[in-house]
């Protein structure tokens, strides 16, 4: 048996080669032949992780709260197996168990850390049997694929039913349909956001989860922090949010660069500054820190390794573009032998916008910013994207009004974007529509305002390399960011590898 495994392992290998040598990055097509070869193949390289497997699920944030439990694991000294490229169907994780096998029944790791998307959450579940669960939080997402949040919701549920008590379980207290799941289950740790400064003014019309799963009455929120997740309560039959064990107080957002914010465990309390912007990432790190205090591991550790954590790619990463100097349209060509200056450089940061909930807390960290921005807004109709693109008139676009140098827009839907940004308040001679990726950021790039435009230059970069240029702002759904990152491999700019 185990010798028919090894070779059914040995022939995914060459699959997965064969793939990178023709460009793929190989993160599914193994696995997925190898589940072909062996349907059991991930249970049975699961079973050989010594202290067994953690899985992550939510809507928003996934790819980023595993790689901060990833650093806080791995400076606890966990060899962990980890699905790190964001792989998260049961092909990427069957990859990932592949890359770690060795031979006679061995593995490279003690620990398996994986993200899993909404929807195979039970399939591998029951396979892995994982000795924890951590769920972050449903948002409306994908409706053409996913449903209602509810259909999620009931899979989750049936999910611990059939396995209540025998895992831990953590859970996020501020999300109703999060919480609910853990009701009627034993030993739960609950995190969640204890800062009234945080509140919003009124729920966004985007908020999903309203209503009380119990009863069918409306929840009244005390207090709202992104989309649906805040402090809640049913008038109606008094189920109200679970009290979290693992808190966020005295949260400082710092724009489009930084987090801070104080710890609570039933350990004590850290002060956590984050490398990461927005409150979003303030969640992650609360969700990262609830697992690994789940765990077992101490305090002081967590909180060096959210300290430690830098933005995966796409998920508030910051990537240095080169602008030729090239001669503006309309002027007189070079002459011969003419010199062309050396090219300037210029940040590009990348937020990946994805659904509603998610590209309003992009939009909420950008208007921390001040002066006007220039956006590179990427919009896909994929099937990874989700086909229907009308969330964007969901999306808060309106925050930026007034606030926008130049948008340049991209992408298969590039004029459905434009047009979401013009009734967003924006002046359309500001906006360019370039469906072409390549020409998208190249024309983006290059309009470059000096720093001075901006009144708090000093904020928006710290690096001593004697570039005075605003940063440009990428804002692209889960293909087009794939796509940015492939451009930017190419034009050596970004690193091959996955971070």
């Known amino acids: 048996m185990a010798d028919t495994l090894a070779a059914k392992l040995a022939l995914a290998r060459g699959v997965g080669a064969i793939s990178r040598l023709r460009g793929g990055g190989g993160t599914s097509a193994p696995g997925k032949l190898l589940m072909r ?12 992780l010594a202290r067994g497997s953690v899985l992550i699920s939510a809507t928003n944030g996934k790819t980023t709260t595993a790689a901060m439990v990833a650093g806080i694991l791995e400076r606890a000294g966990v060899p962990l197996v980890h699905n790190q490229t964001g792989a998260n169907m049961a092909g990427g994780i069957a990859t990932t168990l592949l890359d770690a096998a060795r031979p006679r029944g061995a593995i490279a790791g003690e620990l398996g850390l994986f993200e899993v998307d909404e929807l195979w959450l039970a399939q591998l579940a029951a396979e892995l049997h994982p000795r924890a669960l951590l769920l ?19 899979r989750w549920e049936q999910l611990l039913r059939d396995g209540a008590g025998e895992r831990k379980l953590v859970l996020n207290a501020d999300d109703p349909l999060i919480a609910d799941l853990g009701r009627e289950q034993t030993g739960v740790l609950y995190f969640g956001m204890d800062d009234d400064s945080l509140a919003l003014a009124g729920m966004a019309h985007a908020a999903d989860a309203k209503h009380c799963r119990r009863c069918g009455a409306p929840y009244a929120f005390d207090a709202i922090y992104l989309g649906h997740l805040g402090h809640y309560h049913c008038e109606s039959c008094g189920q109200a949010r679970p009290l ?3 808190t966020a107080t005295s949260v400082r957002l710092e724009g489009v660069r930084a987090s801070r914010f104080t710890l609570g465990t039933p350990a004590g309390h850290a002060e956590i500054s984050l490398a990461l912007p927005g409150l979003y990432n303030v969640y992650n790190a609360l969700a990262a820190a609830a697992l690994a205090t789940a765990l077992a591991v101490p305090l002081e550790t967590i909180a060096a390794g959210l300290s430690a954590t830098r933005a995966a790619f796409g998920r508030a990463e910051t990537v240095t573009v080169s602008v030729p100097a090239l001669p503006a349209d309309g002027a007189r060509p070079l002459g011969a032998g003419a010199v062309l200056p050396a090219p300037a450089t210029r940040e590009l940061r990348i937020l990946l916008v994805k659904n509603p909930a998610g590209a309003n807390e992009v939009l909420r960290t950008l208007a921390l910013e001040p002066g006007e921005h220039d956006l590179l807004g990427v919009l896909n109709d994929h099937i990874a994207d989700g086909r ?3 969330w964007i008139w969901d999306a808060d676009f309106e ?43 190249r024309v983006a790039a290059a309009s470059r305002p000096a720093r001075e435009e901006h009144p708090d230059a000093a904020r928006h970069d710290d690096r001593d390399d004697g570039d005075t240029a605003a940063p440009l702002f990428a804002l692209p759904t889960y293909t087009a960011m794939l796509a940015l990152r492939e451009l930017l491999v190419e034009r050596g700019e970004a690193s091959s590898a996955w971070s």
Do not use: H, M, W
Not at 401 to 421: F, H, M, N, P
């Open 388 to 390: 229907d693109v009308s």
């Open 244 to 246: 979290p064990a693992v």
């Open 37 to 48: 070869l062996a349907p059991d193949a991930i249970g049975e390289l699961g079973a050989r």
């Open 399 to 441: 925050l930026l009004a007034g606030r926008v140098r130049r948008a340049t827009c991209s992408g298969t839907r590039a004029a459905d974007l434009a047009a979401r940004l013009k009734y967003a308040g924006i002046d359309p001679a500001r906006i360019d529509v370039r469906e072409d990726l390549a020409d998208a950021l």
């Open 136 to 154: 972050c939080n449903l948002f409306r997402d994908q409706l053409d694929r996913y449903g209602e949040l509810d259909t999620i919701a009931e």
